[in-house]
């Protein structure tokens, strides 16, 4: 038995550390509507359908939680929308401005175009992160 926890003790820095995303969506008239969410986890892959996760889940609120559970400690940025109509899709107008709430993680905003990975990016360690997006 000591065999095995010495074992355990110098196998411990080996094994994985998972960390937990909190996001926390703010947004007037959320409740009902459907909040698409994008993790992504570089520069290049920014935006695109390469997603780390996406996930989908109703808004139950003003204010909505979502939780991650065990996500590797890297960088990560968050897109997200709140799909009124259930489309699964941002819709925009003749310009391309958004028609529905969006956000990314740490509020990153331009009055023209989206942000860069830098400006949205975060870390994740072995314990909790919380990103609070305001969809506008």
Do not use: C, W
Not at 64 to 83: C, M
Not at 84 to 98: A, M, Q, R, S
């Amino acid at each position: 038995m000591k065999h095995i926890a010495i074992l355990a003790a110098l196998l411990l820095p080996f094994a994985s550390q998972a960390g937990e995303l909190k996001l926390v969506f703010h947004g007037e008239g959320l409740v009902g509507q459907v909040l698409m969410v994008a993790l992504f986890n570089s520069p290049e892959t920014f935006l695109s359908d390469k997603t780390v996760l996406a996930l989908k889940a109703e808004a139950s609120g003003d204010a909505t939680t979502l939780i991650i559970p065990d996500l590797k400690p890297g960088k990560y940025a968050i897109s997200a929308f709140a799909d009124k109509n259930h489309n699964e899709k941002l819709d925009t107008n003749f310009v391309g401005k958004p028609k529905e709430l969006y956000g990314f993680s740490n509020d990153a905003r331009h009055l023209v175009g989206t942000p860069d990975f830098a400006e949205a990016s975060f870390d994740v360690g072995d314990g909790t992160v919380t990103q609070s997006i305001h969809l506008q």
